[in-house]
């Protein structure tokens, strides 16, 4: 990639989760499994066994330094630009939008419609209320807390991504009335939304009124997050 301000970014991000975690290891350990490297792959690239990795991960090892880090993290991307830069191309348009990862944990446009029940079967999601479309081209992840606090309308509008024929992923949410009432603010209306980390027992009693007027699909689902966005990465 010509662009190197985005690695920087996503570099520096990487390295302050895995120096600021109490679990440095299980923090080495989500950054590769996110960038789906095998260890054995990272220790081929970092040049040292497959058991240093491991051993790193598991906490056998005494926590890495900083120049352990920097290898690590320089690993995984040098990986990344290697198979085609994915993830860096992904978090360069994240940052081109002028969204932060605590915001928007995920953002995709899919190369064909992706059939609604197909998307909810990937991430365990169960559809409360059907929505006047079947199909979405996108989906977009989002903390629903940090959305509401910190997003303008303007920047609330690009969550959409190209289309509004998309998914909107909201994570965080106790109920999701919060999030709901938050979309009846813009006139532009998602074709599904997802409330993840809930089931239908602790949904907000009018949410599925306010998608029937509103006409968008709404599910539920309470998957592990990291396993939803594994998920999600693969619809691509």
Known sequence: MTDRGPRRELA???AGDVVLSDDP?????????DFDVPQTALADELDISASVVSDYESGRRQSPGIGVVRRIVTGLLDIDEARGGEHLRQYARL????FEGEVVRDLREYPTPVR???FYDAIDATEIVGGTGDTVAGHTVINSIEAIVRLSTEEFYRLYGQSTNRALVFTGVSNGEGALVALRVFTQT??????HGLDTEDLWEHA???ARADGFSLAVTDGDLETMLDAL???T
């Open 208 to 210: 599925p009124a306010l």
């Open 12 to 14: 520096s991000k990487i």
């Open 25 to 33: 290891g299980a923090t080495i350990r989500k950054w590769r499994t």
């Open 233 to 235: 990465g693969g619809m």
């Open 95 to 98: 940052l081109s939008m002028g």
């Open 116 to 118: 609604l029940g197909v």
């Open 190 to 195: 998602p074709t599904a939304v997802v409330l």
